[in-house]
């Protein structure tokens, strides 16, 4: 019983707090009432978070009146006046509250912490999106790629940051202080985007492969007993092989795309022999899509297949037989790359040839696919056997893919692949039939 009262009393003074700040008129004691809210906030216990996020949606909302009203006098007379008065009465106050947090000590990081703990809401509580939409407007404002810092993380770089790379490399993980050292030698490089608020906490790092061509297996990327390539003239290649988010608080708000093509512009001009720039990239969800049908098309989508490439997707999924099989079955009885029948290869090649070079620009196309497609890139190569970790056998049957950033070409690219074309090489489009 007291301790349900104490939780009472902690989001009490947290709500009370906050009409505190939000009512504030001038800025003397805005910094002490931000850090009062901050203070309150991580009192909270997680189930008290729901209760705080509502009160957040419920009062502190735009007068829906006040909106008609100025939304009338814009309509009209479509002058400076009415426009700023629109502006103002449609913006929810909690924007303002985010505002005078983020002048608190550490508000940037409380903030960031605090749409950590909203993500976790959403899904049974979808009204809150409107208080995450207001957030993250001001998050994407504030970790504009302008404001953002690009460092090379390398073996000096201080040790909680690379702490931070062993915790959140998200696509191969990384086996210790060993395998960092050598994901971190001359052949191989680590950039990361900080924010002056967060000195040393990398927000989005890449890392990269020097290499005399583009590879196609991973394995010899990440091992770390791999010898040191220090002949800089045999760089031709810079491979992206990993790009990975490390706060759950920024989800959605984009950095990754300006992190590589900076990269590449910095890798160029370290190393004028370097010509190509590509990435060897995982297919998540791909086993799955097969699964469930080997659909590229929805409601919205305008894809249609020709005859000879529906007729491949349907003998494809004939010889795979996931039907009758799934796939973790297939797995257990011992199935890899090496033992697969030349049938069962061209199938699985074909029906991945489809899924990215198709169906990536749909809105339910492959993540992976559509950061890079979306970024400028082209889908270069689908590569058997690319990764035979245990994930990547369960996730993609072991196939890996090659985007291309021609750094001459990206914006066009993207460009077309907003407008639903994809960018694909003629490899690609050989591998669509049978």
Same mark, same amino acid.
């Given at each position: 019983?007291?301790?349900?009262?104490?939780?009472?009393?902690?989001? &009490?003074?947290?709500?009370?707090?906050?009409?505190?700040?939000?009512?504030?008129?001038?800025?003397?004691?805005?910094?002490?009432?931000?850090?009062?809210?901050?203070?309150?906030?991580?009192?909270? +216990?997680?189930?008290?978070?729901? =209760? @705080?996020?509502?009160?957040?949606?419920?009062?502190?909302?735009?007068?829906?009146? *006040?909106?008609?009203?100025?939304?009338?006098?814009?309509?009209?007379?479509?002058?400076?006046?009415?426009?700023?008065?629109?502006?103002? %009465?449609?913006?929810?106050?909690?924007?303002?509250? @985010?505002?005078?947090?983020?002048?608190? +000590?550490?508000?940037?990081?409380?903030?960031?912490?605090?749409?950590? !703990?909203?993500?976790?809401?959403?899904?049974?509580?979808?009204?809150?999106?409107?208080?995450?939409? !207001?957030?993250?407007?001001?998050?994407?404002?504030?970790?504009?790629?302008?404001?953002?810092?690009?460092?090379?993380?390398?073996? =000096?770089?201080?040790?909680?940051?690379?702490?931070?790379?062993?915790?959140?490399?998200?696509?191969?993980?990384?086996?210790?202080? !060993?395998?960092?050292?050598?994901?971190?030698?001359?052949?191989?490089?680590?950039?990361?985007?900080?924010?002056?608020?967060?000195?040393?906490?990398?927000?989005?790092?890449?890392? %990269?492969?020097?290499?005399?061509?583009?590879?196609?297996?991973?394995?010899?990327?990440?091992? =770390?007993?791999?010898?040191?390539?220090?002949?800089?003239?045999?760089?031709? %290649?810079?491979?992206?092989?990993?790009?990975?988010?490390?706060?759950?608080?920024?989800?959605?708000? +984009?950095?990754?795309?300006?992190?590589?093509?900076?990269?590449?512009?910095?890798?160029?001009?370290?190393?004028?022999?370097?010509?190509?720039?590509? $990435?060897?990239?995982?297919?998540?969800?791909?086993?799955?899509?097969?699964?469930?049908?080997? !659909?590229?098309?929805?409601?919205? *989508? +305008?894809?249609?297949?020709?005859?000879?490439?529906?007729?491949?997707?349907?003998?494809?999924?004939? #010889?795979?037989?996931?039907?009758?099989? &799934?796939?973790?079955?297939?797995?257990?009885?011992?199935?890899?790359?090496?033992?697969? $029948?030349?049938?069962?290869?061209?199938?699985?090649?074909?029906?991945?040839? #489809?899924?990215?070079?198709?169906?990536?620009?749909?809105?339910?196309?492959?993540?992976?696919?559509?950061?890079?497609?979306?970024?400028?890139?082209?889908?270069?190569?689908?590569?058997?056997?690319?990764?035979? &970790?245990?994930?990547?056998?369960?996730?993609?049957?072991?196939?890996?893919?090659?985007?291309?950033?021609?750094?001459?070409?990206?914006?066009?690219?993207?460009?077309?692949?907003?407008?639903?074309?994809?960018?694909? &090489?003629?490899?690609?489009?050989?591998?669509? $039939?049978?």
């Amino acid at each position: 019983m007291l301790e349900k009262l104490a939780k009472a009393r902690y989001l &009490s003074r947290l709500t009370g707090a906050v009409n505190r700040l939000i009512s504030e008129r001038g800025e003397s004691n805005a910094v002490s009432m931000a850090d009062e809210v901050i203070h309150n906030y991580r009192k909270l +216990s997680k189930d008290q978070h729901a =209760k @705080f996020f509502t009160f957040l949606f419920e009062k502190l909302n735009p007068d829906p009146v *006040s909106v008609m009203t100025a939304a009338q006098h814009f309509s009209a007379e479509a002058n400076a006046r009415n426009y700023i008065k629109l502006q103002r %009465v449609t913006e929810p106050p909690r924007q303002e509250l @985010f505002r005078r947090l983020n002048r608190a +000590s550490n508000g940037t990081a409380a903030l960031v912490e605090m749409r950590r !703990d909203l993500l976790q809401l959403l899904d049974k509580l979808p009204e809150l999106t409107a208080v995450d939409f !207001d957030l993250r407007h001001l998050l994407s404002s504030w970790f504009n790629p302008g404001f953002l810092k690009m460092h090379r993380v390398d073996w =000096k770089s201080p040790a909680e940051v690379l702490e931070k790379l062993i915790k959140h490399e998200a696509v191969h993980a990384i086996d210790g202080w !060993d395998d960092l050292r050598r994901r971190l030698q001359p052949d191989r490089r680590c950039f990361a985007f900080f924010h002056p608020q967060l000195p040393n906490e990398p927000l989005i790092f890449v890392e %990269v492969a020097l290499l005399p061509e583009i590879p196609a297996v991973i394995t010899p990327l990440v091992d =770390k007993k791999a010898e040191t390539m220090h002949q800089t003239s045999h760089y031709k %290649v810079a491979a992206f092989y990993s790009i990975s988010n490390c706060e759950p608080g920024l989800r959605g708000v +984009s950095m990754g795309n300006f992190l590589i093509k900076r990269v590449a512009e910095q890798l160029q001009a370290e190393f004028p022999s370097l010509k190509t720039f590509v $990435t060897l990239s995982p297919i998540p969800g791909f086993v799955d899509w097969i699964a469930a049908g080997a !659909d590229i098309a929805n409601e919205k *989508s +305008s894809v249609q297949l020709k005859p000879a490439i529906r007729t491949a997707r349907e003998q494809a999924l004939e #010889i795979l037989g996931l039907a009758n099989r &799934s796939w973790t079955e297939r797995l257990g009885a011992g199935w890899h790359p090496d033992n697969a $029948t030349e049938r069962e290869k061209s199938a699985l090649l074909c029906l991945a040839s #489809i899924y990215l070079g198709l169906g990536s620009a749909n809105r339910n196309g492959n993540p992976v696919a559509k950061f890079h497609l979306g970024n400028g890139a082209r889908l270069h190569q689908i590569n058997w056997a690319g990764d035979l &970790s245990r994930k990547g056998l369960r996730q993609s049957a072991s196939i890996m893919v090659n985007y291309l950033y021609d750094l001459s070409s990206v914006e066009e690219n993207h460009e077309r692949f907003t407008q639903g074309q994809i960018d694909y &090489s003629r490899a690609v489009g050989r591998l669509m $039939t049978l």
